[in-house]
């Protein structure tokens, strides 16, 4: 390292103070080897920081202040540089002294000046004495609020560090320091550092006494409540007017010495006229009041119940009506401490409401409704004190009353205030001055009714007094629910069988009883629609353990029965795959289903020719498989695998495929050439669509979980089978069925990576130069990379890149080079279609090379492709990517074309982009502005009222291009 003893240290200074650089370099301890630095030698011992300051003291006393400035800035970067337990106390104490002479100095030093502070502050070893003779000095030669943005954050800066870390050693400073950080704060601006301040205000007020200043500390930061922000520069974006109210509340409710200042301006700021002013307010109270405490707030509660009442009552507005029932909460919770005070304050609510509750016809019956609801909420006292009041006028009414409308007003108001007492854990009876109700058997009484709304709300209301009825009325209720199963509508039927369950939870054998008594009795001789609900609620309700192992079997069996009516199985079947796709239960039903109802067995022997059946068995035999261990599927395998080896009955193509679609990777069907063939004849030979589709899928799905070994066997014959088949014969359908076919097998094999998966991919973009099938290739394309797909998924346990989206797109963007004028249009219309399917977030790194193509796809006759690329082109739109405006020139005049044409959508999808063009900078598209409104001055006529209604929505936005107010989206 090279040594400085042929140079003097103060014509090293002289040097580098005449040099900002120069200076800069060797303050910091990042310089060469070759440049040593003030820091390291500080460190190294061969330079005192005495002697260092001493050589500065002539530069800190010059007559020119940029010189003295220059000096500072040199101590201060060295210092802030050094470790913080290197300087001992003797040296703090003098850096201290220096610091506190310059703060006399030229404000242009002060900058520099705070640096050093920051610095001083950190280190380990500063005493007490010195870091209060700092502060001191401060506050008193340097005026915060005088200085430049930049230099108040420093001053906060350092209180904040010294209020978390050393605050204890600043208490013997007393009032002098509040009346100094009071000072320092007073009329700050700046949105940051205000929130720098409210972060760490309240740790200061809750730690620090502040006596007889502590109406002005309040009143300091009460001068920015409400919050009234807007954003007015880039240094501003990153804070909200949010941020400033959620930050200034916890300053203004501290400490309880504050409630006196605080309860008062909350009770004035409420009766702005500002929504943001009364919902600050109303938050406030509702933060304030746990810490103020009940002395506090005392005096205040007749007042603030008048604050709160009027956003409640009548609560048109459900934000403020929100708040203020969250405030009302928190304030009972605060004074429940003391009885008296908070029943006399919750009786004084009642008298001021209860009038509105004697009629439910009354507007403000709602509103009361809602306030009484959230007092009783709070806890079992007040529950009850609200109880005593609204229940004999609920009651009263309810047996007088007429309108089906008002009773069921009524019994809604009695079903919430019932599961609030279910959640304090008593019911109405349980009040003395209520136990002459018997609401359970005014609700049973009421069951006779036609409204079936009234009957729902009554239904639900007996589920929430389950715990409460007597054997007797449970008794009449199973009844009249048994009674709704047979005759209710569906949606009497549903609550019905929630009822059932909810009533099992407490009542098992009961209902376990009232299952084989009632709902199973008989099943056999039932009529079918009475056998239809039946099934509809026994199944609702088998997810249950103990009632599904007396359900299910019997349900399954209802299958096996000889000439069992359609609509029975349709239902039957629906149920089952209901219940077996519940994301949740209580035990595994696809095991029970399987090892103790068979139903595997049963449904595959079940003979039917109505497609929806066989869809519905496929769908059960694919969830059930799924969920079953690896052993059960292997016995599944070895019992109907040996079906693939001879030629398939159609008739059970579907289901067998489905029953094997979910197997793990674990288990291999040991597939031969002859049941590859088998399977690729019904793909793409057979007449059926439904099965050459599910034999594409099944296909695909074994390709893409079969091992290698297997795989480059099978993958060989197939694309021999589709060469000879493409080359060689004239049928035109068989051909589209084969692409079909080999759009799925090429799926399956990039989705699992297969290593000649790109080949695959790359014969089957070559085949949009077909002449004959190229646009059906174009128009399947997007089948690769489908989101919509429920075959190729991980729950079937297949194997799925993450990328191979990415994969399929990005290839197929790169061949726009190798197709030719004469065949683009195929070309295209793969690429418009893919796009649906692809991620936004994929597009967006794309739109330099996708967006001319789209243009060009505009300009095609094929009118499917037309509406794609108008879509597509909508969606990216709002990018507003600078190829967008590259091309307004021939844009613009081709969507105003296309704005006549034919087909109703290409002409809404027209408009919807012009009217994200209106949203693009005024200075591009105010030429095109004239030449569109006339246009859309034809379309406004439109035969069709949709494209009516969107060319009015465009006119309207390019109407206002260029004008006042238009400039901000520049």
Excluded at 766 to 788: A, C, M, N, R, W
Aim: with cysteine; charged share 20%; aromatic share 8%.
């Amino acid at each position: 390292m090279a040594s400085f003893s042929n140079f003097d240290l103060k014509e090293r200074l002289d040097i580098s103070l005449k040099d900002t650089a120069a200076l800069s370099s060797l303050c910091r301890n990042t310089a060469s080897e070759d440049t040593k630095c003030f820091v390291s030698e500080i460190q190294s011992g061969s330079i005192k920081l005495y002697t260092f300051v001493e050589l500065l003291g002539s530069y800190l006393t010059d007559h020119n202040v940029l010189t003295r400035e220059r000096g500072v800035t040199a101590l201060s970067s060295v210092l802030s540089q050094l470790p913080q337990d290197y300087l001992t106390e003797s040296e703090l104490c003098f850096i201290t002294t220096f610091y506190c002479d310059r703060m006399k100095d030229h404000y242009s030093i002060i900058p520099s000046m705070l640096n050093g502070i920051q610095a001083i502050i950190n280190m380990v070893h500063l005493p007490q004495n010195a870091l209060l003779s700092l502060l001191r000095a401060m506050f008193e030669h340097v005026q915060c609020q005088s200085q430049l943005l930049p230099e108040r954050r420093k001053i906060y800066l350092v209180l904040k560090n010294l209020i978390e870390n050393r605050l204890n050693n600043l208490k013997s400073m007393g009032p002098d320091l509040v009346y100094g950080i009071i000072s320092s704060i007073d009329g700050e601006r700046d949105a940051n550092n205000l929130i720098l301040l409210f972060t760490i205000l309240p740790h200061f007020i809750k730690e620090f006494p502040l006596g007889h200043l502590t109406e002005e500390m309040f009143e300091v930061m009460a001068c920015y409540f409400p919050v009234d922000f807007n954003p007015s520069g880039t240094e501003d974006l990153n804070v909200t007017r949010e941020d400033l109210a959620e930050k200034l509340a916890p300053c203004l409710c501290a400490v309880p010495e504050f409630a006196d200042y605080c309860l008062p301006l909350i009770i004035d700021k409420s009766y702005s006229t500002l929504k943001v002013a009364k919902l600050d307010s109303i938050n406030l109270l509702h933060e304030s009041v746990q810490i103020f405490g009940l002395s506090k707030i005392k005096s205040y509660l007749p007042d603030l119940w008048t604050t709160l009442k009027k956003e409640i009552i009548p609560g048109r507005d459900i934000e403020l009506r929100d708040s203020a029932l969250q405030a009302i909460t928190s304030l009972i919770k605060v004074i429940s401490v003391d009885k008296t005070v908070c029943k006399n304050f919750i009786d004084n609510i009642i008298t001021d409401t209860k009038s509105s509750l004697c009629d439910v016809q009354l507007s403000l019956y709602r509103p009361v409704q809602i306030l009484l609801e959230t007092i009783a909420a709070i806890n079992k006292t007040t529950c009850v004190q609200i109880l005593q009041i609204v229940i004999p006028l609920c009651i009263g009414q309810y047996s007088t009353k007429n309108s089906l409308n008002d009773k069921i007003a009524l019994i809604e108001t009695l079903n919430n205030l019932m599961e609030i007492c279910s959640r304090h854990d008593f019911c109405f009876q349980d009040v003395p001055e209520l136990s002459w109700t018997n609401i359970p058997q005014t609700y049973l009484d009421s069951l006779t009714v036609e409204n079936i709304e009234l009957k729902s709300k009554i239904f639900f209301g007996l589920t929430i007094q389950k715990a409460h009825l007597n054997d007797i009325q449970r008794s009449v209720l199973y009844n009249a629910i048994c009674n709704e199963i047979e005759t209710g509508c569906d949606k009497i039927q549903i609550i019905c069988h929630t009822t059932i369950t909810d009533f099992a939870t407490l009542y098992l054998e009961e209902i376990v009883m009232l299952v084989k008594e009632r709902l199973l009795s008989n099943i056999d001789e039932m009529e079918v629609e009475l056998l239809k609900r039946r099934i509809k609620v026994l199944s609702a309700i088998a997810k249950i353990p103990e009632l599904g192992y007396i359900i299910l079997p019997k349900i399954v069996t209802i299958l096996t029965t000889d000439a069992v009516n359609t609509d029975i199985c349709t239902t039957v079947l629906l149920n089952i795959q209901k219940l077996i796709a519940l994301k949740k239960s209580d035990y595994k039903i696809h095991q029970f289903l399987y090892k103790e109802c068979h139903i595997i067995d049963k449904l595959i022997l079940y003979e039917t020719n109505i497609v929806d059946h066989k869809m519905l068995i496929s769908n059960i035999c694919q969830l059930i498989v799924r969920n079953l261990t690896i052993e059960e599927q292997h016995a599944i395998v070895a019992k109907y695998a040996t079906a693939l080896d001879t030629k398939i009955p159609e008739t059970d193509v579907i289901i067998l495929m489905n029953l094997f679609t979910s197997l793990r990777k674990d288990i291999d069907l040991n597939l031969n050439n002859n049941m590859v063939e088998n399977l690729y004849n019904l793909a793409t030979s057979n007449c059926d669509l439904d099965i050459r589709q599910i034999s594409c899928k099944f296909l695909s799905v074994l390709l893409n979980k079969m091992k290698v070994s297997d795989l480059d066997r099978i993958v060989s014959y197939l694309e021999n089978k589709i060469n000879n088949n493409l080359s060689v014969d004239n049928d035109i359908d068989l051909k589209q069925h084969i692409v079909n076919f080999q759009i799925w097998m090429t799926k399956a094999l990039v989705m699992r990576g297969y290593a000649k998966s790109q080949y695959f991919l790359e014969n089957l973009t070559l085949l949009l130069t077909h002449d004959e099938i190229g646009q059906i290739v174009g128009e399947q394309y997007q089948i690769l990379v489908s989101k919509y797909e429920d075959i190729l998924i991980t729950e079937n346990f297949c194997d799925v890149k993450i990328f191979y989206k990415q994969r399929v797109f990005e290839y197929l963007l790169r061949q726009n080079i190798n197709f030719t004028s004469t065949k683009r249009q195929s070309y295209l219309i793969a690429l418009v279609n893919l796009l649906e399917q692809i991620p936004e977030e994929l597009l967006f790194l794309h739109l330099t090379e996708l967006v001319p193509l789209l243009i060009e796809s505009l300009s095609l006759s094929n009118e499917h492709l037309v509406l794609w690329a108008l879509k597509s082109f909508k969606l990216l739109l709002d990018t507003k990517h600078d190829v967008f405006s590259d091309k307004l020139q021939c844009v613009i005049p081709r969507l105003m074309q296309l704005s006549l044409h034919r087909i109703m959508g290409i002409r809404i999808a027209v408009l919807e982009c012009l009217a994200h063009y209106a949203n693009y900078p005024t200075i591009l598209i105010n030429p095109y502005k004239q030449t569109v409104l006339d246009k859309l001055g034809v379309i406004i006529d439109d035969r069709k009222r949709l494209v009516r209604k969107a060319a009015v929505n465009a006119r309207t936005r390019w109407y206002l291009v260029g004008a006042p107010g238009e400039q901000s989206k520049e």
